[in-house]
């Protein structure tokens, strides 16, 4: 027997565009279905819940597992892992953050996804739970303004006391 399962909770920790995606794409999901869906954004990953995403970038950069795919050009070419076959080294050099970024922004849209703030706006209207690290945003000099309407603040001792740890998955 599969025991139903009401509620999710992610600790959001990463501050690039390719971790933001997952953390709100699942939380969408589960707030579609009817879940009780806590967010917990702490040290870079607090950026996702800015008021701007802009500054969320994808850099291949030190990141070996990422697929990176061109949305544009030829099929066979569009089928290249850019970051595979290109040396480490290319991804230092100025202006290729924003093309990753560029692509990867590109990319999901031919997928359907919607851009990211969109996502993001999307969780709150489904009632998802969004909690900024009260101590991170400290740390980094954050004000309660630079955030989106919607979100709470407290530090992790509150985080937990109203989320078990069982329950929380962590990005």
Avoid at 23 to 49: N, P, Q, R
Avoid at 100 to 126: H, I, N, S, Y
Avoid at 129 to 156: K, L, N, R
Wanted: proline content about 5%.
């Amino acid at each position: 027997m599969i025991e139903e399962i009401g509620k999710l909770s992610v600790i959001h920790s990463k501050g690039t565009l390719d971790w933001a995606y997952p953390t709100f794409i699942l939380a969408s999901t589960a707030a579609a279905m009817d879940k009780e869906v806590e967010l917990f954004f702490t040290f870079y990953g607090m950026k996702a819940a800015l008021n701007t995403t802009d500054d969320l970038k994808v850099s291949p950069l030190g990141n070996p597992g990422m697929v990176l795919h061109s949305p544009v050009g030829p099929d066979w070419f569009k089928r290249v892992d850019l970051n595979h076959v290109l040396p480490g080294l290319i991804w230092t050099l100025p202006g290729m953050s924003q093309l990753a970024t560029w692509g990867f922004k590109k990319t999901m849209l031919q997928q359907g996804q919607v851009p990211l703030d969109e996502l993001r706006e999307l969780c709150l209207e489904l009632g998802v739970s969004m909690t900024v690290c009260q101590m991170s945003m400290e740390i980094m000099a954050y004000q309660e303004s630079d955030f989106i309407q919607g979100v709470e603040f407290a530090g992790a001792a509150t985080y937990f006391s109203k989320t078990p740890v069982e329950q929380s998955l962590y990005i």
